[in-house]
């Protein structure tokens, strides 16, 4: 069973930067989305940003501008560049790889933007 593996969270300032990255054990085939969730304490789990392949990006709203997806294949991994950090990024963040018979997701990384 493939896992998909995150790393880069942690506390940060307001309007600095941080990179998560999300990298799959093994091969996925047919991958339809790779995309990044954030869930913040008392809300449900929401889109940040969306990497449909092989290279259309969407992003909610309040991250556009700031937040970056984009994929290293190479490497089996998918990446969120955050910038200009504020309070209100502050969630759990969870990866996701969509393909057409399987869903994987991250297990999560905590992400603090406080000063």
């Known amino acids: 069973q493939v896992q998909l593996v995150q790393s880069g969270g942690g506390l940060v300032q307001p309007g600095g930067s941080l990179r998560l990255s999300c990298t799959a054990s093994?091969?996925?085939?047919?991958?339809?989305?790779m995309g990044w969730y954030r869930q913040a304490p008392g809300q449900e789990r929401a889109s940040v940003a969306l990497?449909?392949?092989?290279?259309?990006?969407q992003y909610e709203a309040s991250v556009q501008g700031r937040f970056t997806v984009s994929r290293d294949n190479a490497k089996n991994t998918v990446y969120l560049q955050m910038n200009e950090l504020k309070p209100e990024d502050t969630a759990v963040y969870y990866c996701?790889?969509?393909?057409?018979?399987?869903?994987?997701w991250g297990n999560g990384t905590l992400v603090t933007v406080s000063s």
């Open positions: 990497l449909i392949l092989p290279e259309t990006t």
């Open positions: 996701r790889i969509r393909a057409i018979d399987m869903n994987y």
């Open positions: 093994g091969s996925i085939v047919d991958i339809v989305t």
